[in-house]
Nanobody
Framework: QEELVESGGGLVQAGGSLRLSCAAS????????MGWFRQAPGKEREFVAA????????YYADSVKGRFSISRDNAKNTVYLQMNSLKPEDTAVYYC?????????????????WGQGTQVTVSS
């Protein structure tokens, strides 16, 4: 059974850093595009970052550009989200997602597999 499991969330002060990991199992995700989304309380799920299957192209929401970095290790079936200079408005549940299309997209409806999410809380 295909599964995505996020880890690395937690509580951090504003200006701090966290690295989220998403471990995939049950199938090989190396040919999939991978994405990170987040959902804050009372808000809709929003796109954060995405990476093509090859890792050669990455995409970011304007709100995180220059602060977050997405990467992947296909040998480990794992995708990462390095988050620096965190702000209180980054507080949300962060979800990893896989799109069987190799082309990365910011549209959540195009993703086929989702993790359960990991909580990130940034205190001011």
């Amino acid at each position: 059974q295909e599964e995505l499991v996020e880890s690395g969330g937690g509580l951090v002060q504003a200006g701090g850093s966290l690295r989220l990991s998403c471990a995939a199992s049950g199938r090989t995700f190396s040919s999939d595009a991978m994405g990170w989304f987040r959902q804050a309380p009372g808000k809709e799920r929003e796109f954060v970052a995405a990476i093509r299957w090859s890792g050669g192209s990455t995409y970011y929401a304007d709100s995180v550009k220059g602060r977050f970095s997405i990467s992947r290790d296909n040998a480990k079936n794992t995708v990462y989200l390095q988050m620096n200079s965190l702000k209180p408005e980054d507080t949300a549940v962060y979800y990893c997602a896989a799109d069987i299309s190799p082309i990365a997209t910011m549209n959540s409806y195009e993703y086929d597999y989702w993790g359960q999410g990991t909580q990130v809380t940034v205190s001011s």
